[in-house]
């Protein structure tokens, strides 16, 4: 059966009930940020919830860039792993398991005086009888 | 060879026959006979004129084609600073990330939509970022938020919110090493340019390009046309393989030979090689800008050196501009006259709407937009940074393999440090010239910064006018160091078995040197100080003290240690030089104290950090290299003697110049009469060395305690090194000792807790005024033994 006037009027006065009232819905996307959060604030609440992934730290990074060296150094790519640790040297420029990184890489295309040099170096950071101190170790040849 | 016919012969016929009709005749063959020997001179000239023209065509063929077929462009080596690593606790501000950003020519706006352009809301950085090829890994252009607190950045993470570990900022362009001809370009193959600027290139330059041979009868009947009705030169009629062969081959100008050679050239040109071939040469070769001395050649490099975006990403509005610059890169020059390159750039859109380059809408769009131009062309300039990389690349590389066209040199340089010490170096030679009434601009200084676990040299001034490629002071500034060779001596003492804790006589010394004249060293305030500990002696910096416990020590071992520290200077053999008598640049000193900040280890400085080839790939790229020279022991002594310096000692001022909670060391040197104000010292990984004094060696009124550590601090301040200190080597135990070095309850007044090599630590004693030397019956009794 064919709508009637009725029903057309009926139609006609929801649409404009909802047109009216949509003024006062409010979309949280589009209300202005409060510029005095972060970023990570202002999606938390947003979203009301903590965003997808958590920041990221210092440590991740070298952790990164460690695993990337390493996954170079599979494949033979020394150069490009040792540029990696460097680049991870210059961000933590103390940590000791870098240099024990740099020293096995050395050790790996036959610089053991390299190794040497590098992993006596990294001794100067670490406690000594600590694990990586042990490692470290490893790399220094008797002179 | 044709033999000439002669007049005689033909003509002593006729006379002989009938003497009018004979002389109509003669008339007659004389006029024939004179055609025929200009026809024929002129075939003589036109086959000697062709034979010329074709020995010059050949030799114009060699040109185009040894040319094109060969180093077609001049590409410099061109340099490049060290790139601002972006990550979740990176120490730096949001204040340092925007100068950096408008450095590099990025703009703000609030349309992030192209790479190059940021926006700044508070702490929070909205950054398109653009793509560069590194040396080691190519980083893509991305939209990152960065979010700064507390001077640090706090996080990174994309419009999406997903966090992003780690992004490189493209590198600051520095300069060129060895130009040719000063000319500068980024080399685009065809298919990185937008098709939309190819059309519109053509339709503006060259409507008939594809096809024509090189030269356009049409367009020189139009352009003569447009010349004759104007009254002027209006129009030319050269097609784009012509502004090609005149761009690369030839000169401006205005001659009938050249454009006679023009011509040649293109139709040499358009016979061995493609129109794709062509126009990528163009749009590589193309003039359209200058920078001092560098001229902007290309559309590759014209899109970075206006816009600091790369071509694929320029907006239609920003296509015509680079377009219309063709015609007179200097009148158009959108940075010092805006209104006629706003003028000229939309004559261009408008012929691209009516060749149908452009919709209507698009038009519309493009004619409602601003230039769009950078403020700065992305680079910068460091006259005294480049010097060193210069330098180091000639002990590296044989010239001609620098001269290879299109090298990229990666180096150290990191622009916010560089940038800081600029501001602060000559701010701080103002501000003492104003505290000690000096005249203005009569002092000078250098400085030098370097990160101490890598020999990276991070930042350099050689002058009080930073931008001067003049004398550079930090590398070739020879100038007694004094007290900044103390560290040797303690530390040769420290080897030999000295401790800390070691009394040292400071009484008056007198030295017999080899050939009989006497060095009789004084301290600075004339007066001796008893029997100072060795740590005490060496931070308030005590001439007497020094100069006696080098020669107890021995002058060659102290040399030794001035070597391996990384001097290698040739050095008089004197024993003055253990007071600085000796000539060394702040670059020299920076290296003799990376050794020790570095643990003991000797990296040399280094400024470059790889070189790439455009064919061949990296060349050249940093390897660390540490060579031990010192035992982690004694190091650690001598760097804990530094750090008192710093405490108690002659730097003691860093405590309220700089945050207390900041572990740093390093030492001052003034010379005689003041000349020389040198202070050199490190905080974690960042070393920096000042100096100040005359050019004309003068004396001053500074030490390098008023002088160099007031900017030291300042420069320290600004870097923020991360507060890290390594751990204690396990031979080293720390004990407490009094003033006079006996080891003492840690309750006892003025006690003080000093590291020493286990073993070497001085015995107990009891009673806090004990002497090491004392047995400990000697001093006490019952009780005082009972309440220690």
Redesign the interface.
Known sequence: MPPSGRHWARLLSLLVVLFWFSGCVSVPDQAPDD??L???QR?EERTGQL????????D??VD??QRSARERAAVGQW??A???V??A???E??AADLYLQ?AELKTRQGDTTGAT??A??G???????SAIAIDLQRFVQPE | MAKKPTRSRSGSTRRSAAPKSRSSRSSKARKQSRGALWRWRLFQLSIVGAAVLIAWMFYLNAVVRDRFEGQRFTVPARVYSEAQ?L????PVSADQVESLLQALGYRQTGDLGQSGRYLR????LSVHTRSFEFW??PEPARRL?L?F?QGSL????TPA??????ARLDPLFIGQIYPGSGEDRLLLPLDEVPQSLIDGLIAVEDRRFYQHWGISPVGIARALWANITSGSIAQGGSTLTQQLVKNMFLTADQTLWRKGNEALMALLMEWHYSKEEILEAYINEIYIGQQGRRSINGFGLGAQFFFGSPLRSLNIHQQALLVGLIKGPSYYNPRRNPEQAMARRNVVLSVWREAGVITPGEYDRALASGLDVSEVPGDASYPAFMDLVRRQLDQGYRRQDLLAEGLTVFTTLDPLAQNHLETVLPAGLASLERSYNLADDTLEGAAVVT????G?VLAITGGREPELAGFNRALDARRQVGSLMKPAVYLAALEAGYTLASPVSDAPVQVASADGDLWEPRNYDRESHGTPLLLDALSNSYNQATARLGMEVGLAEVFDVIDRLGVDERLPAVPAVMLGAVDLSPFHVAQMYQTIA????YSPLNAIRAVVHPDNG?LQ????Q???RFA?EQ?YLIQEALHHVTLEGTARSLQWRLPQSWWLAGKTGTTDDNRDAWFAGYS??RQAVVWVGRDGNEPTPLTGSTGALPIWADIMAGLKP?Q?R??Q???VVKVPVNARGAQVSERCDGARVLPFLAGSEPPERRGCDADPQSSDDSGGGFWQRLFN
């Open positions: 510029q005095r972060s970023t990570w999606q965003p997808d992934s958590a920041p990221a730290s210092r991740d990074l990164s860039l150069s490009q040792e540029a990696l460097l680049r040297l210059r961000i420029p103390q740099l040099a590098i006596r170096k001794l100067t950071y670490v406690d000594a009888g | 690593e990550y979740a606790g990176a809301r508070g702490d929070t080691d890994s938020e979010d607190s706090a996080n990174m993470v919110g997903q966090s992003v570990l780690v990160r101490p676990s890598t990276d570095g643990n003991g280890f990296v790229r940093f390897n660390l540490v060579e031990q982690p190091m974690s990984d991360n890290e390594r751990g080597p396990a031979t």
